[in-house]
Every structure is written in structure tokens, then in C-alpha cells.
């Protein structure tokens, strides 16, 4: 176990420095019990890609990405096992080495399952729920520093999943799995933003995922995202003959495309089919993703009000776009987690990677969040927001369970944080 006191600990991006004193990296679930057991405030942290606070606490922070994966695939109930620190893109090399797949990725590869899986991470595609949804069973290390075992048998499951770290450490996650798939990705240029209000969910429907990339300006979008599950699990199998040129009036780009602010290469290949594991997240396990001096935020609003949401943001293009890396919207089905920004409906999701100016960013914040209030967006529990506790507690419906849960699971507060503290999740 190593733990050493840290002068400056910032996010993925540089644009959060923690307060926390200590950071443990633990090698060993024992590390992890050792570390609880030493009393005092402790959070777990993953691999840090979140845009906030969330993860501090201004004590002590362990992280378990340093514990082996030892991934276990369990055939007859479909599901693997594994570390829960092991970035989504090693487990899923691995699965798909054995024949495997995961049923969706979020748009990196290198993030970790628990800390994504505990804010409620997406992908994207109607028929595809937040990444959490998967999660069948967590091993944790609980305020006694004991460890316990969840699944989804146990009472207050539902509240355990995107459980925001304010529980336990989780130490290993179970995980839905099927067999493997391929899947080819398009992408399509000039798409009409007339077409795509009045489309919109035809559009997201149209194949196993889709996302919308666009700067808010002009008269269409910067490019549709297409990816396409085939039938067989060989090259040969998916033919390319029956790629449409065309997808909604917008045409094929055959690429290489570079419509995320980021190198071509670092993107996954477009064109042709391959393995679900090298097409679904947008950025290549094996290269360093974009340029990280970026701040981001996600609403998500009921899909419903979808065409209604992205034309309040359209009016707002004249002070977004200069400020803007990319915008993505995606859909996620609706789930049933008690913190999930998909609970109870299915969503709309809009993404901005904005540049990291953070007072300028800030002021065209409030003015996208006042657009969207009128569609009572969720943030993105690990992107930056002004959401309040009272925002929180109206659009959560099942918030005051969540925190009874929690204080259940631990009455002393030993992991909450600030942020928890803030907006009333503790
Ligand atoms: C380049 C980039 C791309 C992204 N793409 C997407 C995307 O496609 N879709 C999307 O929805 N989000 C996306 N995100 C956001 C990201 O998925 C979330 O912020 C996620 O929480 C980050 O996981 P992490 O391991 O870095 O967790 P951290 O940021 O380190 O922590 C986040 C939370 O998880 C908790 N946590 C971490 N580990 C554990 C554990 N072992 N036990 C209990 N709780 C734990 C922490 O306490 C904290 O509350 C992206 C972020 C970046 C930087």
C-alpha cells in the first residue's frame, strides 16, 4: 500500500486541484479495509476524470485502480467479475479476447468501472441504459471496514449502483456480459439541424448508437456518429455493401474524420467493422484521448422535450460556439437506479467540452442551464454544474431514499464529501 500526502492532486483534466490531505493506493482489498479501519474521513477516488469535486473530501482519499483486475467470467449467469478500479478498455480487451462483450462503452476507454458506474456513465444508443445498468453485483468495503456483498437481491440495490461513492470502496464489480459482436461506425456529414429537430427520434433510433456532434452554429450539425451492431463476430461476416451513403439527408464521410478536437488517430477506426471493444468507445484504448485542457458538462432532459432542448441551446449559439471544443447529444434508455440521470425516463442527453477558461465558462453555464430549465435537466453527476440541493431533490424522485440509504450504511459520514454535503445527498 502506498500512501503518500500530496501538495497538489488535480482531475484528468488539471482544471480541479483536490483539498484532500492523503492519497492511499492500495494494492490489496486489505489495503482498502486497513485504510477504512484507520478511521477518519475517507472517499474512494477512480481514475479521476471527473470535472468537480465529487470525488473530495479533504482527508483522505483511496483509490483501488492499483489492485489486480482478476477478472472471472461466471458462463451459465452471463457475467464477469473483476477489480473495480480496471479501466473499462483493459476488461473489455480481455473479454473480447475470450469471446465476450460488454453490452456498451462510454466515449473513453480509459476510465474506471466503479468511478463510472458510481456517477451513472453513458454511452449511447436508445435501446442502451447508463453503464451502471449493468452492474449485477459489488464487493465493498463498508464504514466498519469489513467486506460485504451486494447484488441485485439486496434491498436498496437500486440506490448502491450510481452510489456516488457516499456507501463504501467498492472493491470488485459484477457485470452483465454477452457474447462478443461487431459493430462498424459511419460517419455522416451535414446533417440539417431543421431535419434533426424534427426527426430527432427517428434519428437517435436509427441504429444500435448514435451520437450528434455540432458546435451550436450554422444551419447543420458537424457530423452524425453512427455505430452499427452487425450479425457474426468475423470481418467477412458484416458487409459493407449495405452501409447507406446517406443517413437522414446527411452523406457518408469515408475519413479520416476529426470531428472531436482531437487527433484522427486517437479515434476509434470508422469505415469498417470490428470488434464491439474497438468501436464502441470513441477514443483508442492505446492513445492518449483529447487534449484534456478542457471542462465539461451533460445535461439530460426527458426525451420527450429533446427537439425543444437543443433549439432553447441553438439560440444561445453566438456565446457558446467561441467558447466551444464539441457538443455531443446522445440517448440512453430509461433504468430504474435511484441516482441515475435516466431514471424513470428515457433521455436526451447533451454533452459540451468546452475550453478551459473557466470565468468565461462559467457565465455561458448559467445561461445553457437557464435554457434547459424549463425541461428540468440532471447534470452529469461528474461534469461541472450550478445545480442545487433543491434542483436535486425535485429531480431525483428518489433521492430521500438514496440518502437514507446512506446514512444507513454509514451513520458517521465517514464517506461523504462536500459536494454529497451540498447538494443534500448526505
Ligand atoms: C475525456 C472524458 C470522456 C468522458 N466520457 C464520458 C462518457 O462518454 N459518458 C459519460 O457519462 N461520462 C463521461 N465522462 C465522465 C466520466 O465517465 C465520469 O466523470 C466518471 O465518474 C469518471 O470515473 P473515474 O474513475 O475517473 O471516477 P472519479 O472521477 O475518480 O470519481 C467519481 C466518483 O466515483 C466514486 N468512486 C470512484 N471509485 C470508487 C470506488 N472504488 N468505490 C466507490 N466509489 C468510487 C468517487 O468517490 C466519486 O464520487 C468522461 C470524462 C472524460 C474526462
Redesign the pocket.
Known amino acids: 500500500m502506498l500512501s503518500h500526502v500530496t501538495p497538489e492532486l488535480r482531475?484528468?483534466?488539471g482544471t480541479y486541484q483536490f483539498t484532500a490531505r492523503e492519497v492511499i493506493a492500495a494494492r490489496t482489498i486489505g489495503d482498502v479495509r486497513r485504510a477504512v479501519a484507520a478511521g477518519g474521513r475517507v472517499?474512494?477516488?477512480?481514475?479521476?476524470?471527473?470535472f468537480n469535486d465529487?470525488?473530495d473530501n479533504g482527508a483522505t482519499l483511496v483509490s483501488?485502480t492499483g489492485i489486480a483486475p482478476d477478472p472471472v467470467i461466471d458462463a451459465a449467469a452471463h457475467t464477469v467479475t473483476v477489480g473495480?478500479?480496471t479501466s473499462y478498455g483493459t476488461l473489455a480487451a480481455w473479454l473480447q479476447d475470450r469471446g465476450w462483450a460488454l453490452g456498451n462503452l462510454?466515449?473513453?476507454p480509459h476510465?474506471?468501472i466503479?468511478?463510472?458506474t458510481?456517477?451513472g456513465?453513458?454511452?449511447s444508443g436508445s435501446g442502451n441504459r447508463v453503464l451502471s445498468a449493468a452492474v449485477a453485483g459489488m464487493e465493498?468495503v463498508a464504514a466498519d471496514g469489513e467486506l460485504r456483498h451486494a447484488d441485485r437481491s439486496t434491498p436498496g440495490f437500486d440506490g448502491m449502483v450510481v452510489?456516488?461513492?457516499a456507501f463504501?470502496?467498492?472493491?470488485r464489480v459484477t457485470l452483465d456480459i454477452e457474447r462478443s459482436y461487431l459493430v462498424r461506425q459511419d460517419a455522416y456529414i451535414g446533417l440539417a439541424w431543421d431535419r434533426a429537430l424534427a426527426d430527432l427520434g427517428a434519428i437517435m433510433d436509427a441504429a444500435y448508437s448514435v451520437s450528434l456532434f455540432t458546435d451550436w452554429s450554422g444551419e447543420s450539425l458537424r457530423a452524425a456518429w453512427v455505430k452499427r451492431r452487425m450479425e457474426g463476430t468475423s470481418a467477412d461476416a458484416a458487409s459493407d455493401s449495405e452501409t447507406p451513403e446517406e443517413f437522414f439527408g446527411a452523406r457518408r464521410d469515408p475519413g479520416p474524420v476529426r470531428f472531436i478536437d482531437a487527433p484522427a488517430d486517437n479515434l476509434t477506426v470508422v469505415g469498417v467493422a470490428g470488434p464491439w471493444s474497438e468501436r464502441l468507445p470513441h477514443f483508442r484504448l492505446d492513445s492518449t484521448?483529447?487534449n484534456g485542457d478542457e471542462i465539461?458538462s451533460?445535461y439530460f432532459v426527458d426525451r420527450r422535450h429533446g427537439p425543444a432542448a437543443l433549439a432553447a441551446i441553438r439560440r444561445l449559439s453566438a456565446g457558446i460556439t467561441p467558447l466551444l471544443m464539441v457538443s455531443e447529444i446522445r440517448s440512453i434508455a430509461r433504468d430504474e437506479l435511484w441516482l441515475s440521470g435516466s431514471y424513470g425516463r428515457e433521455t436526451l442527453a447533451i454533452h459540451i467540452t468546452r475550453r478551459n477558461r473557466p470565468g468565461e465558462v462559467v457565465a455561458v453555464l448559467w445561461d445553457v442551464e437557464k435554457a434547459l430549465e424549463p425541461f428540468a435537466y440532471r447534470p452529469?453527476w461528474?461534469?461541472v454544474s450550478h445545480v442545487t440541493a433543491g434542483q436535486v431533490a425535485e429531480r431525483y424522485p428518489r433521492l430521500g431514499d438514496a440518502r437514507a440509504l446512506f446514512e444507513r450504511l454509514d451513520p458517521d459520514g465517514r464517506f461523504s464529501g462536500d459536494r454529497l454535503e451540498r447538494l443534500g445527498v448526505r
Request: proline share 2%.
Open positions: 482531475n484528468w483534466s472517499r474512494a477516488i477512480g481514475t479521476r476524470h471527473s465529487l470525488a483501488v473495480a478500479g462510454g466515449s473513453l476510465i474506471s466503479a468511478g463510472a458510481a456517477t456513465t453513458h454511452g465493498y452510489g456516488l461513492g463504501g470502496i467498492v472493491v484521448p483529447s465539461q451533460e452529469h461528474g461534469k
